[in-house]
């Protein structure tokens, strides 16, 4: 049985583009670079978490049981859980919001987040 590789918050970041995106949810580590194109919610979606912790988005969306069947194939580790490095990680991306497109109800959620942060 091969040992589970694990991934420190720097060590995602390095993943996040269109050539080789990753994602983290739940604590888990998924390759999502081949299923870009295939996202029902398209691929800005995925784009705009890319690279990061995106637990909170994912599970604000709802997504399906198929849907976590689809990420288990696209597993390929652990995030590391370092409070230290996640709290940086955390402030270094509260202090810089996403634009957000008219209409776009997932990043209009998002501004809220931040701006909720500042009170």
Same mark, same amino acid.
């Given at each position: 049985?091969?040992?589970?590789?694990? $991934? %420190? &918050?720097?060590?995602? =970041?390095?993943? !996040?583009? #269109? /050539? %080789?995106?990753?994602?983290?949810?739940?604590?888990?580590?998924?390759?999502?670079?081949? &299923?870009? /194109?295939?996202?029902? !919610?398209? @691929? @800005?979606?995925?784009?705009? @978490?890319?690279? #990061? /912790?995106?637990?909170?988005? $994912?599970?604000?969306?709802?997504?399906?049981?198929?849907? #976590?069947?689809?990420?288990y194939k696209m597993y390929v580790g652990d995030l590391k859980s370092d409070s *230290?490095?996640? *709290?940086?990680? +955390?402030?270094?991306?509260? *202090? *810089?919001? +996403?634009?957000?497109? =008219? !209409?776009?109800?997932?990043?209009? !959620? #998002?501004?809220?987040?931040?701006?909720?942060? &500042? $009170?």
């Amino acid at each position: 049985m091969s040992e589970v590789k694990t $991934f %420190s &918050f720097a060590d995602l =970041a390095n993943h !996040g583009s #269109r /050539d %080789s995106l990753y994602l983290a949810v739940g604590g888990k580590v998924y390759d999502c670079t081949d &299923f870009i /194109d295939e996202h029902p !919610g398209g @691929e @800005e979606v995925l784009l705009d @978490e890319a690279g #990061r /912790d995106a637990t909170e988005s $994912f599970e604000d969306v709802g997504h399906s049981d198929e849907a #976590r069947e689809i990420m288990y194939k696209m597993y390929v580790g652990d995030l590391k859980s370092d409070s *230290t490095e996640k *709290t940086k990680a +955390k402030s270094a991306s509260a *202090t *810089t919001p +996403k634009p957000i497109a =008219a !209409g776009d109800s997932a990043d209009s !959620g #998002r501004l809220v987040s931040w701006i909720k942060g &500042f $009170f």
